[in-house]
């Protein structure tokens, strides 16, 4: 079996064609690199061959490098493992160099033979960086197609000679959207942005007669044309200078220093630009090198790429179950958690019926997804008949009997035990007895919930995030009685729907919420404490925090923070940790400051609701003191307030894979992405170096901080938790 296929036509065209077994979307490999390459030998070598056209059997062209590929180079280096990626990635270089030289005379740059690339879809990563060294690109009028450089999003950069030559063919500034951001864009925004040349109807066919047609002028690529300037100016350059200072500030003032990979590859261009095209491809070798070697780019691959991915195929669904895909959902509860799963479920097409207590309510719920598709028409990215389309799946009622037929029903009424008990009664009167019940909560415990079920087999927690459209993550909930089929039918609905999943077991808060409410409130004790606002915030983002602890506050609303508050204090009593926390929650809350939708909170906000920094009258309370402590013990503080507890919902069961751990940590509330997730952060500072902070912050400020005994006696083992819960671990 083989990924790559040679065939010459009756005109002298070699037509090479990936196509990998068993893969929906082609992903290159080693072995895929070295077939390539002798295909191409074979080519140049041919007096027949008049020219190569590269291209997919697929509907896509290709999905990017196959990360595992990367870890293989370094294992089988043995004691020099970046001696044995780098020697990996200058072979990769090696073949792509030899196609856009394509057999021309060094010195005359004559005599190549034309190699294009034909996209039929999509092309990523390194599906974009091998058309790249080809002489002219033909892309599929195909507005589905997806085409870019995503790599910075998962902790690393185009190394297969994507980051030079897309600086050298657009310059710094025209590359950076690309690079820097992860951008794709559709075949025709492609080629307005100069990444491809062409787009057509039939990708081979024009790419074989611009073949047949090539002059050797047509196959120079201009960095290897004499007196060569790159577009916008080189770093010396007046020009070239001013573009690469931005850069550096914009990087800096996006990352805050804590994602190596984007300074490694804005290193990798600076330093390229000043420097012969060969010898700029060494350059991006070693920074690559350099930032595969790093341990938060290998925590983020693992859990952005290939954890992210596990999860989402399934790695955790009941095995034994047959499909669940749901046909119909009924929604109770039209307000905005509501509306917004109605949205994404009637995108995803599935039937929607969507319920609340009044008609015009339940009609607002819909034109919640009038309005999203309304901003998605004019940003081009849809159309009236879509919308049409969407619109027409959702029914707008307040009749419990539309929900006949309905395989899923998902809950998403006032958090009041009495109400959702209610409206369950009055839901499984109509239903099938084989529809599965979900109650969409943030806090209420699953199995009490379910006390009100005649099914409490079938009764699940989806638990969505805020807002439904934007948020990746959907938390699913097992209560004590729920069944398989139900964990399988949430997994199923979460795919279809687009959304990542965990699944945890019930429990106060269950995951997410265990974890956040933690760090929240360690900000706002620290504001009691007297340690400037401003410090808690931005040692919060120095570290990779996308929200300070008062702004997220702010955010999710002073009001919810005092009855969640409220709640807990009454179910723990004696118990209750937090009434230092209580002690300015609640003192805002009689001020009237809610947090943004009050356009009052922690901030100030303007009439629009739109922040303009800490308030001020904070202080007037809760003084600041003379003495501040470091950045450092702050940032300390605010991690160990999360990571803790995701320890503890392992060390509990709660938590039943560790990836959910990290892959839920990033997506449900933005856990410093460049760590790979809480877990993933404590493998890499060590259990013994985790034990050592955790006990000094424990005689500094409490017991909230004790070190779990997990953890602890990982210490003593010198084990990780990728090492000792590892998923293959676990499933043999």
């Given at each position: 079996?083989t ?6 036509d ?14 929906s979307?082609?992903?290159m ?10 295909h ?17 059997a697929?509907k ?5 490098m ?6 293989k180079m ?26 856009e ?44 197609a ?37 951008k794709?864009?559709e075949?025709?925004?492609?080629k ?23 002059k ?8 290897d ?5 790159m ?15 931005g ?10 220093g ?49 954890n ?31 509306a ?13 019926v969507?319920?609340d ?101 079938q ?85 990779g925090?996308?929200l300070?602890?008062?702004q ?8 919810l ?33 809610l947090?943004?939708?009050?356009k009052?909170g922690?901030?100030?906000?303007d ?8 308030w ?6 809760y003084?600041?003191a ?7 013990e ?21 938590l ?48 909230r ?11 003593e ?16």
């Amino acid at each position: 079996m083989t990924d790559f296929t040679y065939a010459v036509d009756a005109d002298g065209v070699a037509i090479i064609t990936w196509d990998v077994p068993g893969k929906s979307m082609n992903v290159m490999s080693l072995e895929g690199f070295r077939e390539l390459d002798t295909h191409i030998d074979t080519a140049l070598a041919d007096d027949a061959v008049k020219g190569v056209i590269i291209t997919s059997a697929k509907k896509d062209f290709a999905g990017g490098m196959d990360l595992n590929v990367l870890a293989k180079m370094k294992a089988d280096a043995g004691d020099e493992p970046a001696r044995g990626l780098f020697d990996g990635v200058m072979m990769m270089h090696g073949v792509l160099r030899k196609i856009e030289r394509a057999g021309m005379d060094p010195k005359t740059l004559k005599g190549g033979k034309p190699i294009a690339a034909a996209l039929p879809g999509t092309a990523v990563g390194i599906g974009l960086e091998l058309p790249l060294a080809c002489h002219r690109i033909f892309a599929a009028n195909n507005p589905k197609a997806r085409i870019g450089l995503p790599e910075i999003k998962v902790g690393i950069f185009p190394g297969g000679g994507g980051t030079t030559r897309l600086v050298r063919k657009l310059g710094a500034m025209g590359a950076s959207p690309y690079l820097l951001e992860g951008k794709l864009v559709e075949p025709a925004k492609a080629k307005a942005a100069g990444l491809i040349d062409e787009v057509a109807d039939d990708p081979v066919a024009a790419a074989k007669d611009w073949v047949l047609n090539a002059k050797d002028a047509d196959l120079v690529k201009p960095w290897d044309q004499k007196g060569y300037k790159m577009p916008g100016g080189a770093p010396y350059h007046p020009a070239g200078f001013m573009t690469f200072l931005g850069a550096n500030a914009m990087v800096n003032g996006k990352t805050q220093g804590v994602y190596p990979a984007a300074k490694a590859l804005l290193s990798a261009v600076y330093e390229g630009a000043l420097v012969p095209f060969d010898t700029a491809l060494k350059i991006e070798a070693r920074w690559f090198t350099n930032i595969m070697m790093n341990p938060s780019s290998a925590a983020m691959i693992r859990s952005l790429f290939l954890n992210k991915e596990a999860l989402e195929k399934g790695a955790v669904r009941p095995r034994d179950v047959p499909d669940q895909s749901v046909k119909k959902v009924g929604i109770l509860g039209a307000g905005m958690m509501g509306a917004g799963i109605a949205y994404v479920s009637a995108m995803a097409g599935i039937e929607v019926v969507l319920i609340d207590a009044a008609q015009d309510a339940a009609e607002r719920g819909k034109a919640y997804s009038e309005g999203l598709l309304d901003k998605a028409i004019s940003r081009k990215k849809s159309t009236e008949e879509k919308k049409a389309e969407v619109l027409g799946r959702i029914t707008p009622t307040t009749d419990y009997a539309a929900l006949e037929g309905c395989d899923l029903i998902v809950e998403a009424v006032f958090e009041d035990p009495k109400v959702k008990a209610e409206v369950t009664a009055r839901t499984e009167a109509v239903v099938g007895a084989d529809c599965i019940f979900a109650t969409n909560t943030s806090t209420l415990p699953i199995s009490e919930l379910a006390k009100a079920s005649k099914r409490p087999e079938q009764f699940i927690g989806i638990h969505f995030f805020s807002p439904v459209d934007k948020m990746l993550l959907v938390e699913i909930i097992k209560g004590k009685e729920t069944g398989d089929r139900a964990v399988a039918k949430a997994l199923d609905y979460v795919r279809q729907i687009r959304k990542t999943p965990i699944v945890v077991n019930d429990a106060r808060f269950f995951y997410a919420n265990r974890c956040i409410i933690p760090y929240i409130n360690e900000g706002v004790r620290m504001v009691a404490e007297g340690v400037e606002p401003a410090l808690i915030e931005n040692a919060a983002k120095l570290v990779g925090m996308p929200l300070g602890p008062l702004q997220l506050v702010d955010e999710t609303s002073i009001d919810l923070g005092v009855k969640i508050a409220k709640a807990t204090k009454a179910a723990m009593g004696d118990a209750y940790p937090d009434d230092a926390v209580d002690e300015v929650l609640f003192w805002m809350y009689d001020q009237g400051r809610l947090g943004r939708k009050s356009k009052s909170g922690f901030y100030a906000y303007d009439e629009k609701g739109k922040r303009i920094g800490l308030w001020e009258g904070l202080a007037a309370q809760y003084p600041v003191a003379e003495d501040q402590p470091d950045v450092t013990e702050v940032q300390h503080r605010l991690l160990f307030a999360q990571v803790l507890e995701a320890v503890r919902a392992l060390e509990d069961g709660v938590l039943m894979d560790i990836r959910e751990g990290d892959v839920g940590a990033i997506l449900g509330w933005g856990f410093a992405p460049w760590s790979g997730g809480p877990l993933s952060w404590l493998d890499m500072i060590g259990a013994a170096k985790a034990v050592e902070l955790c006990d000094a912050l424990t005689e500094a400020y409490g017991a909230r901080f004790t070190t779990p005994k997990l953890l602890r006696e990982m210490a003593e083992k010198g084990e990780t938790f990728y090492t000792r819960f590892a998923p293959e671990r676990k499933a043999a």
